[in-house]
């Protein structure tokens, strides 16, 4: 059995569709559209998801970030080993290590945990989601502090790709895998792909990091949260995340999919 975590969230739906077949378990707060079997529980309290693993079972461990998500994914990953759990599968974030900004911090600390289980595992280590662009647009502009490095943006369908390609294959060697677009592209670049996709111009505009912080608080989000966002903006752009990797076409045989396609599937998405 695949017990699926995150399943509602823009990663766990796509997964979920390319495990349709499969003895999948979908554990989730509340009943929810997926057409798959599910579990009332919740990663707040673990034990109510662990409940449901049986010795050799594959769980896909992935959520959002709150407070607790440490404490709750590392809990998670202990009673996964007590349950005789055959395969961990996580999402982290690239880069992440233990004091690192925001996500790749508590990511790290997570990522650490899991090494030392002693559950088979893979990480799954992703730059920015492509479906995030589209909050990003507003009145035909894209603010930043990227500077003119290039992002390898991924398609989260893609992450949901290599998942399912771990989750239904084998138990492999564990592995950390990176995971990337197959090209990477300045915002400049970006905002042009975005602007000719729906036929109007958008524009990026690059910021020091306290007035990104500043912009990114006028948009609603809280200190000192704004200003770790628009330093952590400012680390990507000294070109950390403008390689790209062959991880997605190596696991799942075929390559990611490009901006372009992303843009062509999603253009409804950016008409706000």
């Not at 959002?64 to 982290?92: C, K, N, Y």
């Not at 398609?155 to 138990?171: E, G, H, S, W, Y």
Request: net charge negative; aromatic share 4%; charged share 20%.
């Amino acid at each position: 059995m695949i017990l699926v975590t995150g399943a509602t969230g823009t990663i766990g739906r796509a997964l979920i569709e390319r495990l349709r077949g499969e003895d999948v378990v979908a554990a989730l707060r509340r009943p929810a559209d997926l057409d798959c079997a599910h579990v009332l529980g919740d990663l707040e309290r673990p034990e109510t998801i662990a409940a449901a693993l049986s010795p050799g079972d594959r769980l896909f461990l992935n959520s959002s970030l709150w407070p607790g998500f440490v404490q709750a994914h590392q809990r998670m990953i202990d009673l996964a080993r007590e349950a005789g759990a055959g395969q961990i599968v996580t999402v982290s974030v690239r880069g992440a290590a233990p004091g690192a900004l925001l996500g790749g911090g508590v990511h790290g600390e997570v990522d650490a945990h899991l090494r030392e289980s002693g559950v088979p595992w893979s990480i799954l280590q992703p730059v920015g989601f492509m479906q995030n662009l589209p909050a990003e647009v507003r009145d035909g502009r894209m603010y930043g502090s990227y500077g003119s490095a290039p992002v390898g943006y991924i398609d989260a369908r893609d992450i949901a790709d290599v998942a399912a390609a771990l989750l239904t294959r084998p138990v492999g060697e564990s592995g950390v895998h990176v995971l990337t677009g197959p090209e990477a592209h300045s915002h400049d670049e970006i905002a042009a792909a975005i602007g000719a996709a729906l036929g109007r111009p958008v524009a990026y505009t690059d910021l020091p990091v306290p007035e990104m912080a500043a912009h990114l608080a006028r948009q609603g989000l809280p200190e000192p949260v704004n200003h770790a966002l628009a330093a952590l903006m400012a680390e990507v752009g000294d070109g950390r995340w403008s390689s790209v990797t062959t991880a997605v076409e190596d696991i799942t045989g075929r390559p990611p999919r490009s901006l372009a396609t992303f843009l062509t599937d999603h253009a409804p998405a950016f008409e706000r």
